[in-house]
């Protein structure tokens, strides 16, 4: 009869300790659902059922109640949760950062900015050309400087000071002629040349 009973407490108990488990995981799925780092939260999952499974056995085989234990581990003080979640946020926080930068920023060309690559701590500047090579190669040159390509076009270039431009392998001129692809180019990606550069060609 003890047995039973027992039995039967154990059964209830841990359905109880299953069903709270499973609703606290779904939360979390459902609240981390759009985050792009799902895994950590099957992982959540796939270890937190198996832990509520051995506090019970051994709660019934010692006859203790460590299972309430249990609870205290899957909040926001356990380090290994709060650690997850952290990551969790993070990821959400760079996808949202990237997404604003792609939406906010305007598709600079490498000639007109040079790009950036982290070598532990020091910073050193890269150079990545997003102008088709072809382009670039027939692009004019002067004192060793290829020509600005935004200088040229109706937009213009950025830089505060008219006889150069904010990067310094970039070059501020008004060539007398202008290679047919540069200013197809120029005229797509720029909205045209400036006029200027219109009464030159």
């Not at 010692?62 to 969790?88: A, I, N, P, V, Y």
């Not at 904010?166 to 909205?191: C, M, N, R, S, W």
């Amino acid at each position: 009869m003890a047995l039973c009973q027992s039995w039967n407490a154990f059964v209830v108990s841990f359905n109880n300790d299953a069903k709270a488990y499973r609703e606290r995981i779904t939360a979390a799925r459902q609240r981390f659902e759009t985050f792009s780092r799902r895994h950590m939260i099957d992982r959540l999952h796939s270890e937190a059922v198996p832990v509520g499974i051995r506090a019970t056995e051994f709660d019934i085989s010692h006859g203790t109640s460590t299972r309430s234990e249990l609870s205290r581990r899957f909040c926001m003080q356990d380090s290994e949760l709060s650690g997850m979640l952290l990551k969790l946020s993070r990821g959400r926080d760079q996808v949202a950062r990237h997404a604003k930068r792609e939406l906010h920023e305007p598709q600079l060309e490498s000639s007109d900015r040079p790009s950036y690559r982290s070598n532990r701590g020091n910073s050193r500047q890269v150079t990545r050309r997003q102008v088709p090579t072809a382009v670039a190669q027939a692009a004019p040159r002067l004192n060793g400087k290829q020509l600005c390509l935004r200088y040229i076009s109706a937009k213009g270039c950025p830089s505060k000071v008219s006889d150069r431009c904010t990067y310094e392998f970039l070059g501020h001129f008004t060539p007398d002629t202008l290679a047919p692809i540069v200013q197809e180019y120029v005229v797509e990606k720029y909205g045209g040349l400036s006029s200027e550069m219109s009464s030159h060609v």
